[in-house]
């Protein structure tokens, strides 16, 4: 589940609108989230966790107002849902730097993957040439 919210939440700011979804729903934030939604604080929740990953901070507001909505779907105080909040957000930004970290090695490993693609390919073209240059004088003295 940690690994489908944190590449959601990577994603979320790309796919949802970014910025301008997370300041939406800030500004129709209500102080106590309404009962019966049950699909938007999922959405919201990710465009949050999205919004806070580059800084690599969630902002107290908005572990608060999760853990609002994390306490009163769960039933458990607000102290115990925020530290749920901010510990799903630990877990996420750590999965976030476990991909960047991968993606980077991946990177390095494409980039050398090409030059030694190149250095045999050129190693090819020389020996290449090289040959054709003693077949043609071979030809040229037996002619």
């Known amino acids: 589940m940690t690994s489908g919210l944190s590449a959601a ?3 979320g700011a790309k796919s949802d609108g970014g910025q301008p979804s997370y300041l939406m729903d800030q500004l129709f934030r209500s102080a106590k989230p ?4 049950e699909e938007a604080p999922a959405a919201e929740v990710t465009r949050i966790f999205a919004n806070a990953l580059p800084s690599g901070q969630l902002p107290p507001e908005d572990a608060r107002y999760v853990g609002q909505l994390v306490a009163q779907r769960a039933g458990i105080s607000q102290q115990e849902a925020e530290k749920r909040v901010n510990e799903a957000f630990a877990k996420v930004k750590e999965t976030e730097t476990k991909a960047r970290e991968a993606a980077d090695a991946a990177r390095k490993a494409s980039a050398a993957a ?3 693609l190149f250095i045999s390919l050129l190693t090819g073209a020389f020996l290449a040439s090289l040959c054709a240059i ?3 004088r071979r030809r040229d003295a037996l002619t």
Do not use: I, T, V
């Not at 309404?34 to 939604?37: D, E, I, K, M, N």
């Open 114 to 116: 090409a030059l030694l």
């Open 134 to 136: 003693y077949g043609g």
């Open 34 to 37: 309404r009962p019966g939604a």
């Open 9 to 11: 939440a990577a994603n």
